[in-house]
């Protein structure tokens, strides 16, 4: 989607555990003991694998944090062409732009280079002024794309009385308290600055994400009190990912207890109080850079869990540590300068201005004589791909595919397919599918701009031998990004669709899966046998299997409930053979979460498992040969728990963790660090 050659950049190395002052190790239950006590913390730092740190890249490329975005124009709303913005820094665009806003939810609003200046707060809502999902925002380059508050803006004066600048979403209360309805899906902010001006009581966005919501390549500038709040009830699921925030008292704020959010590659300066703030979610944080006085990061909530991996926190005084947790943590590879250490633990300071690994509360360890292969598992950068030119675009349209008219558009879908061109886009709209459509040749991107595809017909019918709604195959594109796409029935009356896989990967290129939500899949994934690496990043389905030796790397990565039958018997993902690296995992169902056996690897930093009644009452399995590291924390308004959060067995052993053996957090649960 633009004009930045691909970029991809790696953490590869080793694997690597060095555990810190106050890090504890505590053992399992035996589930075969007779009479078993309760599990036994031990006093003693768990001692570092003698093994090598994994190989530190930066995350920081111009390509990536600042590419420029070129669409086709029956593909976005451009807001120059179709509402008359000026964007020339002097022009008044507040009605052009709220307009857009307005009148496109779903749609992709495009803002030209310039700056568009505004003067009262932008929302999304609808013509009768009520609370909209599904704002899309994306500029063409992110530091030539500004929206910018005129200085002064009545309204916006006063520090201690504050407004959002943008506000993207809402909540809404069940009338005890409780938030009831979040409305946020789909909402996406890209490639462009806000920046607040001369108005000390402006936040510069008010956002609310849900599912498949993300805020990417993004800079926040001002004085006011907030750059980013993310503050309201159920404000997650969402991605945030290279966000930059300088000035105003905190660069990012985050509150609520549900849901969770994935952060990475932020950069964060200038702030008067924190940089980051969280005030009782769970959050996975990697590769997080702060120059700040103040600290970096503020946990001052019990219940608050973090999960950071590769922090440089500099700039700080004596006065701090350049992280303070009232709540809990689990840290690997943080360093500070000026500060007076790395961390201070609920009124401890902790010893050191860098540490390999923290753990506020002792880690668990079912098999303490060994250590866990999936422990700090190498990472990859999600590749990107923006198109240079006009040329490399074909249109589903242009095959013959007609959005939200109910009929087949299956053979245009394969017709653009087949034509040659690096990137294949569906106009925003519904797209009914009968048959697979198969991805080969020089197609290296399909970008659906928020479209549904709609599986219908006798090809999905056969449970026992489903098919897949989109194979990817061999081709001359060094790899294949899908990003874009909603799969779904029609309605949601309309029986299952018991015989479909959402994607089959038959190729050894890479696959990226981006901005998926597969809500009616029964199966998302299927892999043949010698495949390439699968990422995903901001992905919304269930049904996951990896069973073959395949790296996959994932980022905010939510497993919903399929509303099936088998509910309460079979994982929302099994790992039955691969490598598998979560930042940011959240579920939202009953029943069994995650398998890992056969050998696999799974490693999970920054889970929240939504806790609901369920048939079986296990969440997380290990088994035998495999090996898993979990970092989470569980949430729920209390309407049912796990009795065992997770299970490791290894030959005639298993051994429980128990819901009410790991760590308090409100109705919910806190496991730092398990490795198994």
């Known amino acids: 989607m633009a004009t930045a050659a691909l970029t991809m950049m790696s953490l590869v190395g080793g694997l690597a555990v060095a555990c810190t002052a106050g890090v504890g190790v505590r053992p399992a239950k ?36 600042n590419p420029r975005l070129l669409f086709p124009t029956d593909a976005v709303v451009d807001v120059k062409s179709s509402y008359r913005a000026k964007g020339d820094g002097s022009a008044d665009d507040t009605a052009a ?90 909402n996406h902010l890209e490639n462009l600055t806000v920046d ?47 966000v930059t925030v300088k000035g105003f008292d905190y660069g990012i704020r985050i509150a609520q207890g549900q849901y969770g959010l994935t952060l990475e590659h932020l950069h964060l300066s200038e702030q008067k109080i924190a940089g980051l703030d969280n005030a009782g979610n769970i959050l996975a944080i990697r590769d997080l850079t702060s120059v700040n006085a103040v600290p970096a990061i503020r946990n001052g909530d019990r219940g608050g ?65 060994t250590q866990s292969p999936a422990v700090d598992l190498p990472v990859r950068e999600t590749p990107d791909y923006f198109p240079t030119q006009a040329a490399d675009w074909a249109s589903v349209a242009a095959y013959g595919a007609k959005p939200d008219d109910g009929e087949d558009d299956t053979a245009a879908f394969q017709k653009a397919l087949d034509a040659g061109k690096p990137v294949v886009y569906l106009p925003t709209g519904r797209y009914v599918i009968s048959k697979p459509v198969r991805i080969t040749g020089a197609v290296r991107q399909i970008v659906g ?5 709609t599986p219908t017909g006798a090809a999905w019918g056969n449970a026992a031998a489903p098919a897949a709604l989109i194979e990817v195959g061999d081709g001359t594109a060094r790899d294949v990004t899908i990003t874009g796409l909603r799969i779904a029935r029609a309605e949601k009356s309309s029986p299952p669709v018991t ?19 597969c809500a009616d899949a029964t199966t998302s994934y299927q892999a043949a046998p010698g495949v390439g690496p699968l990422y995903l990043e901001n992905v919304s389905a269930s049904g996951w299997q990896f069973d073959q030796p395949q790296q996959v790397w994932a980022r905010q990565f939510n497993h919903v409930d399929r509303d099936t039958a088998t509910e309460n018997r079979s994982p929302l993902l099994v790992n039955a053979g691969a490598t598998v690296w979560v930042l940011g995992l959240e579920t939202e169902r009953s029943g069994p979460l995650l398998r890992t056996e056969r050998g696999a690897r799974t490693e999970v930093l920054g889970g929240a498992v939504y806790e609901a009644p369920s048939g079986n009452a296990v969440a997380f399995e290990c088994l035998d040969d495999a090996s898993m590291a979990l970092s989470f924390a569980t949430m729920g308004p209390g309407y049912g728990v796990y009795d065992v959060l997770i299970r490791q067995r290894r030959g005639g052993t298993s051994k429980d963790l128990a819901r009410q053996d790991t760590y308090w957090r409100g109705e919910g649960r806190t496991v730092p660090l398990y490795t198994g």
Do not use: C
């Open 449 to 453: 701009f928020a479209s549904t595809l």
């Open 499 to 517: 015989g479909l896989v959402a994607f089959a990967q038959r190729t050894t290129r890479p696959l990226i899966l981006k901005d998926i939500d």
């Open 97 to 186: 732009l709220q307009k857009a806003i307005t009148e496109n939810p779903g749609r992709t609003l495009y803002l030209p280079a310039g700056t568009y200046l505004v003067s009262k707060a932008l929302e999304a809502r609808d013509q009768q002024g009520r609370w909209q999902s599904g704002l899309r925002l994306v500029g063409e380059e992110r530091n030539n794309t500004i929206i910018k508050l005129k200085d002064h803006t009545a309204g916006f004066g006063n520090h201690w009385s504050p407004r959002p600048f943008l506000r993207a979403g809402a909540s809404t209360t069940d009338g005890i308290g409780r938030p009831g309805e979040a409305i946020g899906y789909g």
């Open 305 to 369: 869990f973090i999960s950071l991996v590769d922090a440089k926190l500099t700039g700080g005084t004596v006065d701090f540590s350049a992280i303070q947790s009232n709540g809990e943590l689990m840290t690997r590879r943080v360093s500070t300068a000026g500060y007076r250490s790395a961390i201070t633990q609920s009124g401890r300071i902790i010893a050191g201005t860098e540490l390999a690994q923290y753990v506020s509360k002792s880690a668990f360890t079912p098999f303490p004589e």
């Open 196 to 242: 607040t001006g001369d108005n000390p009581g402006a936040t510069g966005i008010d956002y609310t994400g849900s599912t498949v919501a993300s805020i990417r390549r993004l800079t926040v500038t001002g004085k006011g009190p907030v750059g980013l709040s993310i503050t309201q009830g159920l404000p997650g699921p969402a991605l945030i990912s290279r």
């Open 30 to 65: 035996d589930v075969a003991a007779a009479n078993p006590q309760a599990p036994v913390v031990s006093t003693a730092p768990a001692p570092a694998p003698a093994v090598p740190t994994p190989e530190t890249t930066t995350a920081d490329d111009p390509a990536a944090d």
